[in-house]
């Protein structure tokens, strides 16, 4: 008995099959379109926001006309498998459905929570599920709000193999498995050949694997890609990982991993009850190529290209929670990322204008409750800011001595550390 079940691959193309049989004769592309839309967002949509989404220059009726028609034939491909009412469409919540794109995303989540999972050989396979681009070679005409969805997903994808691949990397350095260490940095280099981090930990997975020539070959391979792409010469970390390598004076894991160790915070009530809403957690639609645009300029500055972006626009059309939907995605895609927010008024006068700078440092010294209240920070992001605060406050001391009750209060920094540290610590008395 064949069992039921649908599968949709999006890695590197688009392939779906039922029952382990290929679907290859949808009417339309935009047929399959919605079926990837409906499996990937993984919830209900209201039937005018499908419409608009699969066609361009149509009025509402005409787009609602042949939204019935696409899904008619989706009803009649792989009706067991969705739930469409008079008003909506959604994959139903009861049916087999596999989506490659939801197994990597799991994947990575695992990792994210700790990264040295007891299920490393099913996240290797889940990373190994990445073979390219999502819905590579996949288009659909006049569907420009389908298309900017896609390529939002596509950029999001990728990113989340990238981190997924560098966290699986450190795990294996960590155990001494330097040769799955080497076959998952060279991944990484691969998809990412501008990140200087990925070159670096090939380099170093070669040199512990016995493999010193090639970890310095690669050191060359990096100097010229950045070089050709980028006009750049390599980053001091990634110089002094090379010299290291050169001199054969590459400190062993356990070391660097003792010296690595940070004081991890212990967090305050309101950080660790439930989850409160705000406006991170309300739907947001649309704004999908401004994402795309502030994305690709993240991808830049982690690739070593910082700069300033402004958002700018009309009092009103959402300029502040089109910040906040990209900080919310770039933290949920990289478990790295810190975001701290500050306001102001163009009307603000003299020290006024500070006021950014003081409430971004208040929230890197751990003052975040009232950012999350207000709903500009959401309570994962509020977190990594309270965990940070440790290091803030010990780079303070190294280069801002004077900043305490100027641009942020110290006492209150002192507090907050001290209640959050499991023991004392030399340097908070320096505070």
């Known amino acids: 008995m064949v069992i039921d079940k649908l599968r949709i691959e999006t890695l590197g193309g688009l392939s779906i099959e039922r029952g382990g049989e290929a679907l290859e004769d949808f009417a339309s592309s935009k047929v399959e379109a919605l079926l990837v839309y409906l499996a990937c967002t993984g919830r209900e949509h209201p039937r005018e926001a499908l419409a608009e989404l699969l066609w361009d220059g149509r009025s509402q009726r005409r787009s609602l006309a042949n939204l019935r028609v696409v899904l008619s034939s989706l009803r009649k491909e792989v009706g067991p498998f969705v739930s469409i009412s008079r008003s909506t469409a959604a994959i139903d919540d009861e049916a087999d459905v596999w989506l490659d794109a939801a197994q990597l995303e799991e994947a990575v989540k695992v990792l994210q929570e700790a990264e040295a999972p007891d299920t490393a050989e099913a996240v290797e396979e889940a990373l190994a599920l990445y073979e390219g681009d999502f819905l590579a070679g996949f288009f659909v005409p006049e569907a420009s709000g389908f298309e900017e969805w896609a390529a939002g997903e596509r950029q999001r994808l990728h990113r989340l193999t990238v981190d997924g691949l560098q966290r699986l990397g450190r795990r294996h ?4 498995e330097y040769t799955a260490a080497v076959a998952s940095a060279t991944r990484l280099v691969q998809l990412d050949p501008l990140a200087e981090a990925g070159h670096r930990q090939l380099m170093e997975a070669l040199s512990r694997n016995g493999q010193r020539a090639e970890a310095l070959a690669q050191y060359e391979t990096c100097r010229e890609i950045l070089a050709e792409e980028l006009a750049i010469e390599p980053e001091a970390e990634t110089r002094a990982l090379h010299e290291a390598i ?27 009850t439930a989850g409160r809403e705000t406006d991170a957690d309300i739907p947001f639609f649309g704004r999908q190529e401004a994402l795309a645009r502030l994305e690709e300029h993240l991808q830049e500055a982690l690739a070593g290209k910082g700069r300033a972006i402004f958002v700018s626009g009309e009092a009103g059309v959402g300029k502040s929670a089109l910040v906040r939907e990209f900080a919310r995605r770039a933290t949920e895609e990289d478990g790295k990322l810190i975001v701290a927010l500050g306001h102001c008024s163009t009307l603000a006068a003299g020290e006024g204008v500070y006021q950014p700078v003081r409430q971004i440092l208040n929230q890197l010294c751990g003052d975040v409750e009232a950012a999350v209240t207000a709903g500009d920070l959401g309570p994962e992001q509020a977190r990594r800011l309270w965990q940070l605060m440790p290091c803030t406050a010990q780079a303070i001391l190294k280069q801002g001595p004077n900043l305490p009750g100027v641009f942020f209060n110290g006492a209150s920094l002192v507090a907050r550390l001290r209640s959050a540290l499991p023991k004392r610590t030399a340097w908070l008395d320096r505070l």
């Open 173 to 176: 350095l960590r155990q001494a």
């Open 246 to 272: 050169r001199e054969n004076r590459l400190p062993s894991e356990q070391s660097r991993t003792v010296a690595s160790q940070v004081v991890t915070p212990i967090l305050p009530d309101f950080l660790t």
